[in-house]
């Protein structure tokens, strides 16, 4: 969908200072990418797998992977939400075990409130560890987080703790992740595609014994996912999507031959201002900064008044 101009410009204008200031290796992207054959956007399964069932392989259920790096192409480790489980299988301990990746758990795998908090006291211990790697001239100064304006990131006690350990975060306009998400636009084909070499590959020839069928599924699924992860942020392949962003650096410019970024037409703007009913009493985040004590307190009071 098409974006209006004044709206990209309006957010850099707001956020220029805080973006500008903020070093490119403590600037972060962090977005959710599913891991499921039914989903048509953000999906990474194997594009020649026409079904995920076979004879004593169970159909893999919905998982998510919330994904972040920074600016100069150092990779966060992702955050897998597997579905309805009370214990993280055993073939799945090793990933943890060496820091490759989290887990937790929800009823269906999806991203919420809680899973968003958990996600952000485990960036905030990685972080403090690589800020003693960083120069000592920025090792310091504030971290910024850029993402879209899932529901999930209302969540005020994980915002209180971003701003406690010296990190902002700041949300995408509305319908603008295709054209300003850095995960958007420069890494989630080249995931998808280095996704769908590793699970092929692993799958026809594991590389150990497995209890199941079902165990050698979700540890290929994992570690296909953290191989293609790591293989798809590069310094190049990052600094290139956030130039495409105008997001480092800070500019407009690199925008204004985006073909999403024009004047909406009359359908369009009807389209919109029928979204922007349906949404008219939900609380806007939008273009936002969350770690504002302002904007935290207003998140929670909203919370507050719609129980």
């Given at each position: 969908m098409a974006c209006e101009p004044r709206i990209i410009e309006e957010f850099y204008d707001k956020h220029r200072e805080t973006i500008e200031s903020t070093p490119e290796e403590l600037i972060f992207s962090i977005d959710e990418t599913f891991i499921n054959k039914?989903?048509?956007?953000?999906?990474?399964?194997?594009?020649e797998i026409e079904h995920m069932i076979a004879k004593g392989i169970p159909n893999?259920?919905?998982?998510?992977?919330?994904?972040?790096?920074?600016?100069?192409?150092?990779?966060?480790?992702?955050?897998?939400v597997l579905p309805c489980i009370a214990e993280l299988p055993r073939e799945l301990k090793v990933f943890q075990r060496e820091r490759h990746c989290w887990f937790t758990s929800t009823p269906k795998g999806w991203v919420n409130r809680s899973v968003f908090l958990l996600y952000c006291i485990f960036f905030i211990e990685w972080l403090n560890f690589e800020r003693q790697r960083m120069p000592e001239?920025?090792?310091?100064?504030?971290?910024?987080?850029?993402?879209d304006g899932?529901?999930?990131?209302?969540?005020?006690?994980?915002l209180f703790l971003l701003a406690s350990a010296n990190i902002k975060l700041i949300v995408l306009p509305a319908h603008t992740t295709h054209i300003l998400q850095?995960?958007?636009?420069?890494?989630?084909?080249?995931?998808?595609?280095?996704?769908t070499d590793y699970l092929r590959d692993y799958i026809k020839a594991p590389k150990q014994e497995f209890n199941s069928n079902a165990a050698m599924m979700r540890y290929a699924i994992i570690y296909s996912f953290i191989s293609a992860w790591q293989e798809s942020v590069s310094l190049r392949t990052v600094q290139n999507a956030a130039a495409a962003c105008g997001l480092c650096p800070c500019s407009v410019e690199a925008l204004k031959h985006n073909k999403y970024v024009r004047e909406l037409t009359p359908a369009e703007k009807e389209l919109q201002e029928k979204r922007n009913y349906r949404n008219r009493n939900r609380f806007n985040i939008n273009g936002e900064e969350l770690t504002t004590m302002d904007m935290i307190c207003a998140i929670s009071d909203n919370i507050k008044k719609n129980l």
């Open positions: 039914f989903k048509k956007k953000k999906v990474a399964l194997p594009e893999f259920p919905h998982i998510t992977a919330l994904c972040g790096c920074s600016m100069t192409g150092k990779s966060v480790p992702p955050l897998f001239d920025i090792r310091d100064k504030p971290a910024l987080i850029v993402c899932h529901s999930s990131r209302e969540n005020p006690l994980a850095v995960f958007d636009v420069g890494i989630a084909k080249r995931l998808k595609s280095k996704f």
